[in-house]
């Protein structure tokens, strides 16, 4: 497992655009909506099962509505449109969670009981995202010289 | 009187047709699981009034007779009768089998059995059902250790003794835990009462035993091994003690809920209104579960034929059957009070009886929980040195 | 534009986990170099609205629910995204009307059952793996990620308040309102709603009829309006003799 996720670092450490597109060795990732996470997508890849599990736990048993990590959220800007302009659903194979997960033969539980396409009014959710994103980014930037 | 001594039983014909039927019915259930995991309960008759259907009849019965079955080698082992203790090795491995072959049924008809890991992993120490899954592993663990005692070579008595007696303490405590799923529910009348967890105990008694000696005959006969009448007639008047016994309980349950006026309904539904439930109980659990094997075991002359005993076993299932139904189903079926004073209706079947009719998965299911007791228990005795090959009168020292 | 204040830590499970998991621009990490973390701290510590100062529950005026009416009851699945029932025996029924005639003097009176946010709920009790819960503010919820499906939480309930998802469900469920099979749900007070300082979808029905049978409001402060209710009037809770203390109260049944 460790090896596998060290290669996974690597690969994705290393890759460069033709790795990405079209190559069997890596899955197909749909294009995102919106702005991108500051804290880069490989943190995310690592670490999104922790943060949708820690965050909804927050929020279901305390409440906690200022969260970060939320699966309406990635879902919203991750939708994935079909030929029609409308969202696709988990079942469909071009879902963004199913671009990797099938790839990587992971189980994906969410959707059992979760909305697998993106609410009707997105736009609102969209403008409300991550107050402080510009700042952070700055100094990202700076830290990294 | 010689040595005691233990052998695998032989793969013969016969014996391989039991493991055929047997695999059969446990197929039979794999399929029955993934349809109803598939579609979901919707293909069950289960709803959102009769929440526990058949699957828990089947399981609640064979987790009471397992520990139930255990209780010939805990006569052997802690109370010192010497007659049962040749029996105790299938005793022990009998109990871990039919507690095996229930929790696959309950498991099985989770809404997310697939969530298993989280039953063992996330406990909510206020729950009796998480207690329970210490009780049950526990039981596997304990029980386990019993039967090694009793197997390995120059194994000191009085470890045997030991295990035994810590192995008699927790299956008492497992039943209680059982009838405490009831006992412990507040909000249904047919439940609500202290008495549920000795019930079930005496009910352990009677189902355990009775399945017991179904196994004993069946595999002795087939395997053309001596078992002496009078140890047979000893285990029948055992049996019928502990009919009565189940019968006695149930009258005190029964009389000290009518006693109360608010439950006078949910007594009228089971002892006279109830329709399936009360021919059930009547018919089924007192006079096929209790009056007739009691007559059949404690006659004068034909108590000492095992055609008696054997019939009189067979009719205790039965009953036992019955009995866990009218319990489970019975008590569900009945509508809750919750408007007491008044009387209710509603979109959701407030106030009026809940209909149930079981359907074939779920009845595949839980035959499907039997079958797997039943294979554990003849592999057991395939592969290990359980049953021993004389158990003639004049050999266990019976009288 | 000043910079938040930076930390350097070889160890990042030195750092309290709630702060070191927090997601997204409150905390962003980047490794400089192998085994050295940079994070940088941002935003404000959230407020949890799950405040044990508050108890959440409704004061349900049997005399002004009307038989006829079921606004609340359509608004809830509406909101909450499951369909009215089409086969009462396995359908979900979050909020349901009962009709109830007295036994000793044939008193005809209409009301809403839901989920009652018990102080003592038997569900939570009973509940194996705990996904059966009481937040701090009352609100009694299933946590679907836990649920494993055994239904005991279903005959404990002495008000019927549960149901079992019985068919799969696809993309039809509302973001703030997960449905899956195999899981147990019931009336979740419209927390979502009443996180965002909002009332439940139902009182809002209710009083939009006109009939205004229903109030919502913290139990915990005696100037708000349900309290203020409870005070001046008399009120019984459904199975009082059972001392589970609900949330939800009625009047003048």
């Known amino acids: 497992m460790k090896r596998l996720l060290a290669l996974l670092l690597i690969v994705t450490g290393l890759a460069s655009a033709p790795l990405h597109a079209g190559s069997d060795l890596w899955p197909n990732i749909p294009k995102a909506t919106g702005k991108p996470h500051p804290e880069g997508n490989l943190f995310w890849r690592k670490n999104h099962m922790k943060l949708l599990v820690h965050d909804r736990d927050l929020t279901m048993r305390k409440g906690d509505r200022n969260i970060r990590a939320s699966l309406k959220e990635c879902i919203q800007c991750h939708a994935v449109k079909d030929e029609q302009g409308q969202a696709v659903g988990v079942d469909d194979p071009r879902h963004f969670c199913r671009a990797c997960h099938d790839f990587a033969a992971v189980k994906v539980d969410c959707f059992m009981c979760h909305n697998s396409k993106p609410e009707e009014s997105s736009q609102a959710l969209l403008d409300r995202r991550l107050p402080d994103t510009n700042e952070l980014a700055a100094y990202l930037k700076e830290a990294a010289q | 009187m010689e040595r005691m001594i233990y052998r695998e039983i032989p793969a013969n014909r016969t014996i391989l047709q039991a493991a055929v039927l047997l695999g059969v019915f446990i197929l039979a259930a794999a399929g029955a699981v993934f349809y109803m995991e598939e579609h979901g309960h919707i293909v069950t008759g289960m709803n959102n009034q009769i929440v526990w259907g058949l699957p828990h009849v089947f399981a609640i019965f064979l987790i009471v007779a397992a520990s139930g079955a255990l209780n010939i080698a805990s006569i052997a082992s802690v109370f010192g009768k010497t007659p049962y203790k040749p029996l105790s090795r299938l005793s022990a491995l009998l109990a871990m089998a039919l507690l095996a072959g229930g929790l696959a049924v309950l498991v099985l008809d989770l809404g997310r059995p697939d969530r298993l890991i989280v039953a063992m992993t996330k406990y909510n120490f206020s729950s009796i059902f998480a207690w329970n899954i210490y009780l049950y592993n526990g039981f596997f663990a304990i029980v386990g250790v019993y039967l090694f005692t009793q197997m390995a070579r120059g194994m000191p008595a009085k470890a045997v003794k030991t295990a035994g007696f810590v192995a008699f303490v927790w299956r008492l405590a497992l039943t209680t835990g059982t009838g405490s799923i009831f006992g412990w529910l507040v909000a249904r009348s047919a439940y609500e009462s202290a008495i549920m967890a000795p019930l079930f105990i005496v009910m352990s008694f009677a189902f355990g035993l009775a399945v017991f000696i179904l196994v004993l005959t069946f595999t002795t006969r087939v395997t053309d091994r001596k078992l002496g009448p009078k140890l047979l007639r000893r285990l029948g008047r055992l049996l019928g003690i502990f009919a009565a016994l189940v019968l006695y309980f149930t009258a005190v349950q029964h009389l000290t809920s009518n006693y109360w006026a608010r439950n006078g309904g949910i007594e009228r539904f089971i002892l006279s209104d109830g329709g399936i439930y009360t021919t059930l109980f009547w018919v089924g659990q007192v006079i096929i579960g209790g009056l007739i094997p009691m007559a059949l075991v404690f006659h004068p002359t034909g108590g000492s034929k095992p055609a008696s005993i054997i019939l009189a076993s067979v009719l205790v299932v039965l009953g036992g059957f019955a009995q866990v139904y009218v319990i489970v189903i019975g008590g569900q079926a009945f509508p809750l009070d919750t408007f007491p004073g008044f009387t209710a209706s509603s979109s959701f079947a407030d106030g009026v009886v809940h209909n149930y009719s079981p359907s074939l998965p779920e009845f595949l299911l839980g035959m499907g929980g039997v079958a797997l007791a039943l294979a554990i228990t003849g592999f057991g005795m395939k592969v290990l040195r359980i049953l021993p090959t004389n158990l003639s009168d004049a050999n266990v020292g019976q009288q | ?253």
């Open chain 3, 1 to 253: 534009m000043k910079l938040p204040a930076l930390k350097f830590s070889k160890k990042p499970s030195e750092m309290n986990r709630r702060d070191f998991l927090r997601s997204g621009a409150a905390l962003a990490t980047v490794t400089i170099a192998p085994g050295v973390t940079l994070m940088a701290f941002g935003g404000k510590e959230a407020s949890a609205n799950a405040d044990p100062g508050k108890r959440w529950g409704l004061l349900i005026d049997v005399n002004k629910c009307s038989k006829d009416c079921s606004a609340c009851v359509s608004a809830c699945s509406q909101e909450n995204g499951w369909k009215l029932p089409e086969n009462p025996e396995t359908d979900a029924q979050w909020i349901r009307k009962v009709d109830l005639t007295d036994n000793a003097t044939g008193r005809e009176v209409s009301l809403v059952a839901m989920c009652q946010h018990c102080e003592e709920p038997p569900c939570v009790d009973v509940c194996p793996t705990g996904a059966s819960f009481k937040r701090d503010d009352g609100i009694v919820l299933v946590d679907k990620h836990i649920c494993i499906g055994c239904r005991y939480c279903m005959m404990a309930c002495p008000y019927k308040a549960r149901s079992f998802i019985h068919e799969n469900i696809v993309d039809e469920q509302k973001t703030w309102a997960p449905r899956g099979k195999g899981t147990v749900e019931s009336c979740t007070l419209c927390v979502h709603r009443v996180d965002a300082g909002g009332t439940p979808a139902c009182v809002e029905a209710c009083t939009a009829t006109g009939n205004g049978a229903m109030i919502f409001g913290d139990l915990k402060d005696p100037e708000s309006e349900i309290s203020k209710a409870l005070a001046k009037y008399p009120s019984t809770a459904l199975r009082d003799d059972l001392g589970l203390n609900p949330g939800v109260r009625y009047q003048n049944l």
